[in-house]
């Protein structure tokens, strides 16, 4: 049972719009939530985090917002950019924390238009 | 810059046949995992590590060992392949302190493929 949803395989957006990338969770012990990004041939980086105690966290272009009643994220790019295109995974952690990792979703690859 | 190191990036294996990927972290992390990403699987946790000497399992251990002697190294263990473990392989550390789990570095990936 998947307990990190997205549910968007590929999603295209034009250079300069925004993109909003969107995760469901099931979990209710998850209340630390990452988002990831992944290039063809390397490993994933990390791009945003938020915690449960927000309901949005900002750095630069990227815009992470949290619906806690609805256990629902989303990622905001704006405005996109050609260097965007790439795998975005979102994941997730439970509040205590522990060793047993995060929780990934299937990822979404977006692709930014010129 | 080193940060996560894997080696190797590409390797095709018989069945049954047995070798390690190894991963290296220059980052005096305590905890390492290795995950592997399956196509539409998204990441799936094989194992991890707290700290030298202490491993334990993730969500999908079977057919894997690792050990920890090291703080930098993280060995993963195939120890009879099989087809079914094709797949990319990464290896991640972060530093852990019991909360909610720091950010994950990742290596750049081993690709490998069992015939």
């Known amino acids: 049972d998947q307990q990190v949803k997205q549910n968007s395989p590929s999603l295209s957006v034009q250079e300069g719009r925004i993109s909003i990338l969107n995760c469901d969770y099931t979990n209710s012990m998850f209340d630390y939530f990452l988002w990831y990004k992944k290039y063809p041939a390397e490993g994933p980086t990390f791009l945003i985090s938020i915690s449960s105690i927000k309901d949005k966290n900002e750095d630069g272009r990227f815009t992470v917002f949290l619906n806690k009643s609805a256990k629902h994220l989303s990622l905001h790019i704006v405005p996109s950019q050609p260097g965007d295109s790439a795998v975005y995974f979102c994941?997730?952690?439970?509040?205590?924390?522990?060793?047993?990792?995060?929780?990934f979703g299937k990822g979404t690859h977006l692709i930014i238009q010129p | 810059n080193a940060g996560v190191t894997q080696t190797p990036k590409f390797q095709v294996l018989k069945t049954g046949q047995s070798m390690t990927l190894q991963c290296a972290q220059d980052m005096n992390h305590e905890y390492m995992s290795w995950y592997r990403q399956d196509p539409g699987m998204g990441l799936r946790l094989i194992h991890y590590?707290?700290?030298?000497?202490?491993?334990d399992q993730g969500e999908v251990p079977n057919g894997y060992n690792v050990s920890r002697s090291t703080t930098e190294d993280f060995p993963l263990r195939l120890l009879s392949a099989a087809p079914s473990q094709t797949s990319v392989y990464f290896c991640?550390?972060?530093?852990?302190?019991?909360?909610?789990?720091?950010?994950?570095?990742f290596g750049s990936g081993t690709q490998l493929s069992v015939l």
């Open positions: 991640a550390s972060s530093h852990y302190s019991g909360g909610p789990n720091e950010k994950l570095f």
């Open positions: 590590s707290v700290g030298a000497g202490i491993t």
């Open positions: 994941a997730a952690s439970p509040s205590g924390g522990g060793a047993d990792g995060l929780t």
